[in-house]
């Protein structure tokens, strides 16, 4: 097994050859390589990535994390895309929290805690997170270690939002439709509000807040 240092060089480099690469390309190097202990995290915004990955590998996992605080579009929009796609879909279901944890508190439990949870035995994962959609992820690699040592995909992290929109359109991507009542991008109802025009996608989400992620991509 490479050493730590070495992978992580290793991915650098391709990180930077896949700059230019489709996105599909992104997912069928992920998909060789670490096939089947490979994982998609959906978020049911949209189903752009989930879309683009059955495409390489219809029997790829996606992982939904049901906090238990969804909009209900939400979960509709789950099983509208489950269906579509005839999915292999796995919901991490959180459990009752003992007392009010707060934003902090009930993202590391209902999120962070729970994505560490459906990871196990995994080596690797595909995220839909684009550098466009908030000036904290504009220097996301495409490919990289995440906090627990798996190798972090980011198939579309060079995509704009005329390029998702451009690829819904063609595509007849199923599309969450708190989207077009301008949330953006969609999270846990108490902590997801409308975006205001201009504003990026993510200023939505814990509004009036320092918070700025919810700890799954940090």
């Not at 060089?9 to 390589?33: C, Y």
């Not at 959906?42 to 059955?54: C, F, N, P």
């Not at 508190?105 to 999120?111: I, L, R």
């Not at 459906?118 to 992820?137: H, K, Q």
């Amino acid at each position: 097994m490479a050493s730590p240092a070495l992978l992580e060089t290793e991915l650098e480099e391709l990180s930077r050859a896949f700059e230019a690469a489709p996105a599909s390309r992104v997912i069928r190097w992920a998909v060789d390589r670490f096939s089947p202990r490979l994982s998609l995290l959906a978020s049911m915004t949209d189903a752009v990535l989930i879309d683009l990955a059955v495409k390489v590998d219809p029997s790829i996992e996606v992982v939904f994390i049901d906090t238990g605080h969804h909009f209900p579009e939400t979960l509709e929009t789950v099983e509208l895309v489950r269906r579509h796609y005839g999915l292999n879909l796995r919901m991490v279901t959180v459990g009752p929290a003992p007392a009010p944890l707060g934003a902090d508190g009930c993202c590391s439990a209902a999120k962070v805690l729970q994505l560490d949870r459906a990871l196990v035995g995994r080596d690797a994962w595909l995220s839909g997170l684009r550098r466009a959609e908030a000036s904290s992820r504009a220097g996301a690699p495409i490919v990289g270690l995440d906090r627990r040592g798996l190798v972090k995909v980011n198939p579309i992290a060079t995509w704009t939002d005329d390029d998702v929109a451009g690829y819904i359109a063609e595509h007849g991507v199923p599309v969450n439709p708190l989207v077009a009542k301008g949330y953006l991008s969609v999270g846990c109802q108490p902590c997801t509000f409308p975006v205001a025009e201009g504003a990026d996608p993510r200023s939505g989400r814990w509004a009036g807040t320092a918070r700025t992620e919810c700890g799954i991509h940090t």
